[in-house]
C-alpha cells in the first residue's frame, strides 16, 4: 500500500494519490491543504470541520443575496435532506424556531392539528389544555401518576 501523496503524509492513499481528509481538501477546496476561506461572500455555504460543503446553505445565502448570520439554520419542508429546491428551503432565525417548525409539522402529519403536543409516556398526541408543559416535559397527569406508580411497585 502507497502513501500520500501529500508531503509528510503517511496515510494510504484513498483517491487520486490522496489519503482520505486530502482528497476531501481537494473537493472542497481545490487544494489538498486547502481551508476554507476566510472572507466569504454570499452564496460560497458553510464549511465543515472535514470540508463538506452545506450545500443547502449555500442555495439559501443565493436567494436571499447575502450571507446567512450566525445562528441562522435552514430547514428542509420535506424533511428530505437531499431536496435542496428553494422552494424546500425555509430560513429560521434560530434553532429554537426550527424545532418548532419540525414540532407543528410533526404534530399535523399525525393527528392532525399543529398546535397539539405529544405526551412522552404514552406518546399520543393531545390537545395542550390536557396535557402539563414544561420547558422540558410535556405529559399528561394521568401518565405521570400511572408511571410513578409503576416505579413504586417495581422497586427492588
Known sequence: MTAC???GCDRPIRSRGYCR?????LIAYGDPDGAPPKNRRAGTGHYLARGYVLLHQWIAEKAIGKP????IEVHHVDYNPSNNSKSN??????AAYHDLLHQ???ALNACGHADWRKCRLCKRYDDPANLYISKTNVHHNRCMA????NRRQNKP
Not at 21 to 25: D, N, T
Not at 89 to 94: E, N
Not at 146 to 149: C, D, E, I, M, V
Open 21 to 25: 481528509p486530502h482528497y476531501r481538501r
Open 5 to 7: 501523496a501529500f508531503p
Open 89 to 94: 428551503l425555509v430560513v429560521c432565525p434560530d
Open 146 to 149: 400511572a408511571y410513578y406508580k
Open 68 to 71: 446567512l448570520r450566525e445562528g
Open 104 to 106: 407543528r409539522t410533526d
